[in-house]
């Protein structure tokens, strides 16, 4: 009986060709328009070269002349030659002041987006300017800390400290990956240190953490606008499945439904399964369309699949919700009203329209966890190429409103059913 309620539901949207044709071509013929549109002025940004970081570093440290006297110091001590020689060659190939700034500075990529000064004194960052993205100071002494705690397992108390001009700018956020980045480098080093391990930080991994910053994959107009209208036109087909689950019982069927001995909750879990796989066959069409017509194609099917379904399940969550409250105000104009007039608000908040990232601030943080925002994010992501560790909040935020809104619909159909039913 149950797969009977989730084929009536489906039947009920297959012989609305005019719905079908809303929910299906109207997303595609958007992003057509909007991509080819706002294509043109998202390509000219990007090739204005307005994403540039600037960077003064002041230091204070003279990392050369630790090396030597530290290289010294092991020489003078009591240890076995065999200890000598791998301290000093610890000592040698970890310099991690040196490390970095000839790493940014000889990087190919980061030297398109990114210029570096140094500098020595603070007074000498004063004549500089203040046109800068960000200021790095490295303090006196913080080569010879890391040497001892490399070596003897001392603690650090001097540390590296950043200072942007704008901290909502997309090249500030740049540069603090970029620190972020070597500083997990760092902690590996001292960890395998701690666990007399035989840890060399080389060139060539600092190159590869480096780089990720710059080398994932570029987000054009179409690709933002297939996975921004595919994420607002699930929730139409939702609230599409919700008004349906109304009509029925102005037209007596549900009442029928219940006389059949079937329980409500199989109607309801009906509409949630329903709801449900209309919804991913609607993702599907869509983002295959777009793959074959604007080569929009994710980085990784496994992870794009993964935030599909949980797309799924929060759009059936939503279908449920909506036609809860529908059934308890015993309203068609709830349906209505989400499609007109939340939908849209919601779309807006997420980022549907424009990207919010350009914003920064409290919007770019409201876009990322709101229930459209969460899976926007979630799937711009994917298609640059990040893992599901760095959707662990989106993918919280979708677990967390789809839970939600499942139990608001319970908390609507236990309240005096009498009255639902």
């Known amino acids: 009986m149950f797969w009977q309620m989730v084929k009536k539901e489906v039947l009920m949207i297959w012989r609305r060709p005019r719905e079908l044709v809303v929910l299906l ?12 549109a706002l294509g043109a002025i998202m390509n000219e940004g990007e090739d204005s070269g307005s994403l540039h970081a600037k960077l003064l570093v002041v230091l204070k440290d003279d990392s050369a002349k630790v090396q030597k006297e530290t290289v010294a110091e092991i020489e003078k001590s009591l240890l076995s030659p065999e200890e000598k020689k791998t301290k000093i060659e610890t000592i040698y190939s970890a310099d991690p002041v040196s490390i970095f700034l000839n790493e940014i ?10 210029t570096v000064n140094v500098v020595e004194e603070e007074k000498d960052a004063e004549q500089e300017g203040s046109d800068y993205t960000g200021i790095l100071t490295i303090p ?30 997309l090249a500030a956020t740049i540069l603090k990956d ?65 008004g349906f689950a109304y009509q029925q ?23 949630f399964v329903s709801a449900f796989l209309l919804s991913f066959i609607q993702l599907h069409l869509l983002f295959g369309l777009s793959a074959l017509v604007y080569g929009v194609v994710f980085a ?9 379904l949980l797309l799924n399940i929060l759009a059936a969550s939503f279908a449920v919700f909506t036609a809860a409250l529908s059934f308890r105000t015993n309203s068609n104009n709830v349906a ?15 980022g549907s329209y424009f990207d919010l990232s ?30 599901l560790v760095d959707i662990s909040g989106q993918i919280e935020a979708i677990l967390l409103f789809s839970g939600a809104l499942l139990l608001l619909a319970v908390a609507l159909l236990m309240r005096k059913r009498g009255d639902i039913v």
């Not at 006389?259 to 009906?270: D, R």
Request: glycine share 6%; charged share 15%.
């Open 140 to 169: 006196s002494g913080f080569t010879e800390q890391f040497y001892d705690k490399l070596l003897y397992g001392k603690e650090i108390s001097t540390k590296w400290s950043f200072k942007e001009a704008d901290s909502t700018s």
């Open 178 to 242: 970029i620190l972020v980045s070597y500083q997990q480098e760092l902690s590996y080093a001292k960890t395998a240190a701690e666990l007399n391990s035989h840890y060399t930080p080389t060139n060539e991994t600092i190159v590869g953490s480096l780089e990720s910053v710059t080398k994932k994959k570029e987000v054009d107009s179409f690709a933002y606008y297939a996975i921004g209208m595919c994420v607002m036109f699930v929730f139409y087909v939702a609230s599409t499945v919700a």
């Open 336 to 350: 209505t009203l989400f499609t007109n007039m939340l939908i849209p608000i919601l779309a807006f908040a997420g």
């Open 358 to 387: 350009a914003s920064g601030g409290f919007m770019e943080k409201l876009g990322e966890f709101s229930p459209l925002g969460a899976a926007i994010t979630a799937y711009l992501k994917v298609y640059q190429g990040y893992s």
């Open 25 to 36: 071509l109207m997303p595609f013929i958007l992003i057509t328009i909007l991509g080819s």
């Open 105 to 114: 500075k000889e990087n190919k990529e980061l030297r398109k987006i990114v």
């Open 300 to 308: 990784s099917f496994i992870h794009y699949f993964f935030v599909t």
């Open 249 to 271: 019982k102005e037209a007596y069927m549900y009442q029928r439904i219940l006389l059949a001995n079937v329980s409500p909750n199989t109607f309801f879990f009906g509409i």
